[in-house]
């Protein structure tokens, strides 16, 4: 499936424009399915969107209460910790509106799980019994995963070069993650591409090398992992001019 590439002129209204389009979506998947489940994302852009997605513009149109939340990772951390994905959604958005605490998926820390391995299985649980749900609507698991393009390529806990890159299962413990902390939960890519829709987030200059290798050089999945997502119905490239600043001026729309 090919990817849509969309430029936003930097990150500020990078961050404003996949919160409208995301509130958009979520209203129009409410209105024929009668619930959404969009998966989330860490990063600084993420941390970003959530607050424009709190803002009572965006907010008010989106029915809390019918929509299912998950992240593609999590760092095993105990719950609560600061530097947890879900602290920072937490603080920047779930505090702010009216969601149902049991539609909100976490990901399950040392203070309640005995390993990673554990975390990871109960997660699966979740998600296999979201699946069953949907079965019979033919849908797949998400509606929408959202997910941030590291500086390396990497996306939710995948990471180049990683035997996590080939995992069949639903979600997987991480050691050793090069980005601390080591220790984590992933979703793999099996589980990811199960979506409707994925939207790939990059902001900054960083990205820029990331960017420029998966759409003008044809990286792959295992050197560049944001180049293995790849949902059912639409791939969108969401970045903004820093991000972009090595593609040729007229790859993507604006």
Do not use: C
């Not at 002129?9 to 209203?27: C, E, F, M, P, Q």
């Amino acid at each position: 499936m090919t990817r849509e590439i969309i430029r936003h002129h930097d990150a500020d209204n990078l961050a404003t424009a996949v919160a409208a389009r995301l509130v958009t979506s979520i209203a129009k998947i409410q209105s024929v399915h009668g619930s959404a489940s969009v998966v989330l994302t860490g990063g600084r852009i993420a941390g970003s969107l959530m607050f424009a997605l709190a803002d009572p513009v965006s907010a008010d149109a989106i029915d809390w209460s019918r929509i299912d939340l998950w992240w593609g990772d999590e760092r095993y951390l105990p719950m609560g910790d600061q530097e947890r994905n879900d602290f920072l959604a937490d603080e920047r958005l779930l505090s702010q509106v009216p969601v149902d605490p049991a539609r909100v998926h976490r990901i399950l820390g040392p203070d309640l799980t005995a390993s990673v391995e554990e975390a990871a299985a109960a997660y699966s649980e979740q998600i296999s019994a979201a699946a069953a749900v949907r079965s019979g609507e033919g849908r797949p698991t998400f509606d929408i995963v959202l997910l941030s393009i590291g500086p390396d390529g990497h996306v939710a806990s995948l990471f180049p070069e990683s035997a996590s890159l080939t995992s069949r299962e639903i979600a997987l413990a991480i050691h050793g993650s090069p980005k601390p902390p080591p220790v984590r939960v992933s979703l793999s890519f099996d589980t990811l591409n199960d979506a409707s829709e994925s939207w790939l987030l990059a902001s900054g200059a960083e990205k820029a090398d990331v960017v420029d290798m998966m759409f003008t050089q044809g990286a792959g999945f295992l050197q560049i992992p944001a180049a293995g997502v790849a949902a059912r119905e639409r791939t969108l490239v969401l970045i903004d001019e820093s991000a972009a600043s090595k593609l040729a001026t007229d790859v993507g729309k604006r």
